[in-house]
Nanobody, 121 residues
Framework: QVQLVESGGGMVQPGGSLRLSCAAS????????MGWYRQAPGKQRELVAI???????NYVDSVKGRFTISRDGAPNTVYLQMNSLKSEDTAAYYC???????????????WGQGTQVTVSS
């Protein structure tokens, strides 16, 4: 089995910063892309940022220049540095990962349980 555990959410004032972490553990042979999604109440889940094993990144337009996704820390861990936060960034943030459990497997997508980010004065 594979588990993804997010941490780092919380409440912050507009203009503030938070850093989210997501650690994957369990039966892992390799991880391809890892990403962060968010879902606000009454809205569909949207992709926030994604990073490949080669380090290529992509961001939704609304966070470009403010958020940075990285995988340069602990193994099998992805980070989301969020700066200049706005009230519209308030949402539950979920990480996901495309994981191969053995060298024979095709990648399957796994999700974390989510962490709440609230931006409010």
């Amino acid at each position: 089995q594979v588990q993804l555990v997010e941490s780092g959410g919380g409440m912050v004032q507009p203009g503030g910063s938070l850093r989210l972490s997501c650690a994957a553990s369990g039966s892992i042979f390799s991880i391809n892309a890892m990403g962060w999604y968010r879902q606000a109440p009454g809205k569909q889940r949207e992709l926030v940022a994604i990073i490949t094993t080669g380090g290529s990144t992509n961001y939704v337009d609304s966070v470009k220049g403010r958020f940075t996704i990285s995988r340069d820390g602990a193994p099998n861990t992805v980070y989301l540095q969020m700066n200049s936060l706005k009230s519209e960034d308030t949402a539950a943030y979920y990480c996901n990962a495309d994981v191969r459990r053995t060298f024979r497997d095709v990648p399957n997508t796994y999700w974390g349980q989510g962490t709440q980010v609230t931006v409010s004065s």
